[in-house]
């Protein structure tokens, strides 16, 4: 049987890359999947290839409101809610004396504000389901590179965020654990150099870069019931770059 069967899920930046990844690994488990994100086209695209298991919202989970719409909305839908994967992100590697402001604000309100409140909302409904939370993280988070300050910064707070409330939500029966991927091939990619990526893949045991779907598989098994006496844990998914 599915490992999923009967299980709800709300994947944020769910349209493209990883998160439409993930999208797709729960519900060729048998799950029933909102996913959200700010362009409406992949969503309606990844929709219409499962009409009978996938719903979106477009939105933004930055603004204000937006986070309580779309769990509400996956309640109305499919009645109930067991996992939540905080997918969506931004990010700008660059010195930051170079980043201005707004892209600064931007940065820590996707990576940060927008996790803790998606998962403040959920709270009630994965109490009720006995469910878990799965946030994606990165490898940044514990490594150091120059430009990184900031994208680092925000997801190494995910990870805080993960097992602070992985202590705090776990008398609820909710787990709550983060994904760490490496360099992974997603529109966040396209935008390195090549020479970047290679040096990537010479760091990286497993001699390649990342794909969705590695990460996809790393948050299916977090989020199912083989993972269920795991909580407050990072995963790195990463060919091995950070051993």
């Known amino acids: 049987m599915p490992r999923f069967s009967n ?13 439409r990844a993930i999208a797709k690994a729960l519900v060729a488990e048998g799950c029933k999947v909102v996913v959200t994100g700010r362009r409406e086209e992949p969503l309606k695209l990844l929709a219409a290839e499962h009409p009978d298991a996938v719903r979106y919202v477009t939105t933004d989970v930055t603004a204000k409101g937006a986070p309580a719409a779309a769990v509400a909305f996956v309640v109305e839908q499919f009645g109930g809610l067991n996992v939540l994967v905080n997918c969506a992100g931004a990010g700008a590697l660059a010195p930051l004396l170079t980043l201005d402001d707004d892209t600064l604000e931007q940065m820590l309100a996707v990576n940060t504000k927008g996790v803790l409140i998606t998962i ?25 590179m120059p430009g990184a300050a900031a994208y680092s910064g925000s997801k190494a707070a995910v990870e805080r965020i993960t ?30 150099p090549q020479e970047a990526i290679d040096g990537m893949i010479a760091q990286t045991p497993l ?37």
Request: glycine letters at 16%; aromatic letters at 2%.
């Open 120 to 144: 403040r909302e959920a709270i009630p409904h994965l109490a009720k389901s006995g469910g878990c939370v799965v946030n994606i993280s990165s490898t940044l988070a514990q490594a150091n």
């Open 207 to 243: 001699g390649r870069i990342g794909q969705p779907e590695d990460i996809a598989k790393a948050v299916v098994f977090l989020a199912s019931d083989d993972a269920s006496w795991i909580t407050g844990q990072v995963l790195q998914s990463s060919g091995g770059l950070m051993v």
């Open 163 to 192: 097992s602070s409330l992985a202590v705090e939500l776990g008398p609820q029966g909710i787990r709550l654990n983060s994904v760490a991927p490496g360099l992974t091939k997603s529109d966040m990619s396209d935008g390195v």
């Open 7 to 19: 299980k709800v899920a709300l994947v944020t930046g769910g349209g493209t890359g990883i998160g």
